[in-house]
């Protein structure tokens, strides 16, 4: 199994993937993917199966134990080349030549790429007639190590002359002696990884141990350096960093993310929970570069703020604490928990019914499965109009057994008690009624744009050069471009089915504003065609204004991606918008 065969089984772990983005993932034509697929099945037969599915090829394993060892007891060429980088001072093109097996031209190509890979997470520096070397501190050599040992132990503890089953033998026993390494916000199998990784690598002793050196003479390892003070020393300098994250500093934080993005999307809860979450980030940081569990593309289109918020925290927390956060992914998905959570004022709802047992049942479901809505009870046509007078009502409940009388307000029957079904679409309704209503508002005409972007250029180089166009004409400001661009240099760039979303919160009187830019020549956005822009300004203190990225994901996810690469008017983009199910 090459390189390029156990990346395709990597890729199609985490989701399925068509052939076209499987061959421009790993850079091959789409009949090399295709012969890939069938070696990779008669080699994995009764192992694992990849499919042709609806959407692309799926990967099924049948004998995840066997899956497990094949894939546990197999490096890739990046990982064998970290680990020489790991282990070593400097490695040198011969030496990885005779390691890999692979010509010096594809080595330097290699290396170049891994560079880029990991340019936020190593120092990699190349010398001339030196070699390659990690510009890192002891420490940092060692997380790598652990990370590898844990990621694929048979394979690296083999490299180290190790037994395989030691990772296994000593997480065990650590389990049994957690007392002894004061580590509390590790597992054992992270903790038992650092323990191998300081025995391989040694570390500078500045604390003395006896308690872990006999948790290692039980696990069989045998030693006459004190690799127990080295591991309680390299442990006491993590816990230090981890003694200074409290909730109070997380708090501090948070108040400057605010302050930035004027949103207000943090409590306690948060608070707590950012805290443990690094506090066990840098107890065990994971550099190796992330193959994500899970595509979380969706909730990110849902809560685009609330990730811009997350990528603005961890580079303050990186500043304040003098770490290297990773996985802003996670940092994310606690705000968007966080930004549902945020108390604003209820939707009105009128139940009009004229059986009060009913409206009653009825009244106490709703708020009990949609929190955020107040139900009021109209048991006749004058309470209706009353309420309609006295409330800013989103929607009418029809319960009546009678006709509803003539109304504006959007309404929606139900049937004696209501359903699941109910719910649910009153749910979507809810969405959709208000952004449905001011669309225009929100999406004007009089600001839509023809872009004349240079052909090839970047989408960084496009987006500048948008943005300072839209200055000039007085539709942004300078501070919103700042905070645009700045965004999108971030990358994680919010793409919704082939329309760019550039965005940022802003503190003008307009609650939300979606300017549609169809741009001369299409530009590629991590690795997605784009050819039509939604520039985005969002008042976060408007609790309608962050739905309606919701309802752009469903609405514009449910269009044929040909048909939005295809718009070329404002008109056209509005009309899609419109279009009924």
Known sequence: MNERQMNLIQLLLHQNQTGPELAKKLTASKRTILRDIHALNDELILIAQITAVQDGYSLSISNEERFNQIFKTTATDAELILFELATRDFVTLDDLSDILFLSKPMLTEKITLLKQNYTKRLKIISKKNYGHFLDEPKSRKVILLANLILQKPAFFLAKLGLAPTLLEQLTENIRSARDAFSYEHAHSAQIASLCVSIYALQYDIRLTDTKINDCLRQSDMSFSDDIGSMIRTFLAEQNQIIDSITTGKILDLLQMTYDEHQAPVYDMELAVSLANHLKRSIAYPIILADKKLHNIANIKALYPLAFDLSIHFIGLVNQTFDVLIYDID????????????????????????????????????????????????????????????????????????????????????????????????????????????????????????????????????????????????????????????????????????????????????????????????????????????????????????????????????????????????????????????
């Open 330 to 581: 996670l940092v994310g998905l606690y705000f968007s928990c966080a930004m549902d959570r945020v108390k604003t004022a209820p939707i009105e709802l009128v139940l009009f019914s004229n059986q009060y047992a009913v409206a009653s049942i009825n009244k106490q479901t709703i708020e009990r499965a949609i929190p955020e809505v107040n139900v009021t009870l109209a048991m006749n046509a004058a309470e209706l109009q009353n309420s309609l007078q006295n409330q800013a009502v989103k929607l009418i409940l029809n319960n009546h057994d009678g006709p509803l009388p003539i109304v504006s307000i959007t309404s929606y029957t139900i049937r004696q008690i209501m359903t699941e079904m109910d719910l649910r679409f009153i749910r979507d309704l809810l969405e959709k009624i208000d952004i449905e209503r001011h669309l225009e508002d929100y999406f004007p005409q009089t600001l839509t744009a023809q872009f004349k972007n240079e052909e090839h250029a970047t989408w960084h180089a496009v987006i500048q050069d948008l943005t300072t166009s839209f200055v000039e004409k007085g539709i942004i400001s300078a501070s919103e471009q700042e905070k645009i661009v700045s965004r999108e240099s971030e990358g994680n760039n919010l793409v919704i089915n082939h329309l760019a979303v550039p965005h940022c919160t802003t503190n003008r009187g307009t609650p939300f504003i979606g300017i549609f830019v169809h741009l001369e020549h299409p530009v590629q956005i991590e690795g997605e065609t784009v050819q039509n822009v939604l520039l985005s300004c969002i008042n976060p203190n408007v609790r309608n204004e962050l739905k309606i990225f919701s309802y752009l994901y469903y609405t514009l996810n449910k269009i044929d991606s040909s048909v939005i690469l295809s718009w070329q008017t404002h008109a056209e983009f509005m009309a899609s918008l419109k279009q009924k199910d």
